[in-house]
Nanobody, 119 residues
């Protein structure tokens, strides 16, 4: 298993930037594909970005493309989400998630960190 703990959320004005971090512990970090999801009040959780376990493939949702970047540091067991040009609609709880190749979906989740973007 892997345990995930997010940090880096906060309050920022529109147009600003934040960098979210997710620290992992437990099994071999390189075994896991990693992702960021978010959930805004009254809305369903949505995919934000993902990165492969070998760090050679990434994908981001269309709503954040060109503004958000996902990265990982396998040596430090960390995954990051750099968020630039933030908009009020980016306000949500952001959670990191992990899965192995054999899992049908993301089965390990952090507790989430709040991001609030003021207009």
């Amino acid at each position: 298993q892997v345990q995930l703990v997010e940090s880096g959320g906060g309050l920022v004005q529109a147009g600003g930037s934040l960098r979210l971090s997710c620290a992992a512990s437990g099994r071999t970090f390189e075994d896991y594909h990693l992702a960021w999801f978010r959930q805004a009040p009254g809305k369903e959780r949505e995919f934000v970005a993902q990165i492969s376990r070998s760090n050679d493939a990434t994908a981001v949702a269309g709503s954040v493309k060109g503004r958000f970047t996902i990265s990982r540091d396998n040596a430090k067991k960390m995954v990051y989400l750099q968020m630039n040009n933030l908009k009020p609609e980016d306000t949500a709880i952001y959670s990191c998630a992990a899965r192995t190749l054999t899992m049908p979906g993301y089965g390990y989740w952090g507790q989430g960190t709040q991001v609030t973007v003021s207009s």
